[in-house]
């Protein structure tokens, strides 16, 4: 996995989505960078993901760093097993 970059570095094409890290509140999340046909502003803003759903909100603190999503899953895997 790629190391964390500066938030001024992740791409900026709609929807987006990407780790997060905001330094202020040592939280890593997922997040989706959404260009502005959802805000009056026409600007794009971070907003985070939860699930098959979106907040669109911005955080409340300011995200700092970014890396790329890991690879999910592949199918077939196993089973947790009882110690």
């Known amino acids: 996995m790629s190391e964390w970059q500066p938030i001024e570095t992740a791409p900026t094409t709609d929807e987006f989505r990407c780790l997060v890290y905001s330094r202020e509140m040592d ?3 997922v997040g989706e960078w959404t260009v ?3 805000w009056a502003s026409g600007e794009g803003f971070w907003s985070e993901v939860l699930g098959d759903s979106v907040e669109w ?3 409340s603190r300011p ?3 970014w890396k790329p999503l890991p690879e ?3 199918a077939g895997g196993t089973s947790r097993q009882k110690p």
């Open 27 to 29: 939280a890593v999340m």
């Open 36 to 38: 502005g046909k959802h």
């Open 57 to 59: 909100t911005t955080f």
């Open 63 to 65: 995200i700092t760093h």
């Open 72 to 74: 999910p899953p592949k």
